[in-house]
């Protein structure tokens, strides 16, 4: 497959029909590309990949959730004494963040600061859904697929 583009679509379909240079329309008993067994794999393949395409659409989507509900922390949580909580001893390592976010970043560090356990579970979501395994990828599995003959 020489000068071949690595881009495999995922939503080619089992059967298909294949239009030649001159015109003619080829059924998918006469496809010069693949066989029927190999149209067959391909599409279970291709269903993989489309569960692989829900849950990253689900942790897209929890990522975006988790960042918004920390943006609007400070919204959603009084401002506490901040040395009230047994997890006080945290406030000064976040409020340490200062130093280098702008200053318009203070509503939040204070919001933060005075809410240190909230801030670490909100934090700790995002971070899980942003730096967490994601699935593999389509490519992986296609050039697994065309490796073995086997779709999983």
Not at 7 to 30: F, K, N, Q, R
Not at 63 to 79: E, R
Not at 85 to 92: G, Q
């Amino acid at each position: 497959m020489h000068g071949a583009h690595a881009y495999a679509p995922i939503g080619l379909p089992e059967h298909y029909a294949v239009v030649t240079d001159a015109g003619e329309i080829l059924a998918s008993s006469s496809n010069p590309y693949e066989t029927a067994p190999q149209a067959k794999s391909r599409a279970a393949v291709q269903e993989h990949i489309w569960n692989l395409v829900w849950r990253r659409r689900i942790v897209y989507f929890a990522t975006l959730f988790a960042s918004l509900s920390l943006a609007a922390f400070p919204l959603f949580h009084q401002a506490e004494p901040e040395f009230s909580s047994r997890l006080s001893f945290l406030s000064p390592l976040i409020r340490l963040t200062g130093v280098v976010l702008p200053g318009f970043a203070g509503w939040w560090i204070d919001a933060f600061a005075a809410n240190p356990g909230w801030f670490i579970i909100h934090a700790s979501i995002v971070s899980l859904c942003f730096f967490g395994k994601a699935p593999g990828s389509r490519r992986a599995l296609l050039t697994k697929w065309a490796a073995t003959g086997r779709p999983s």
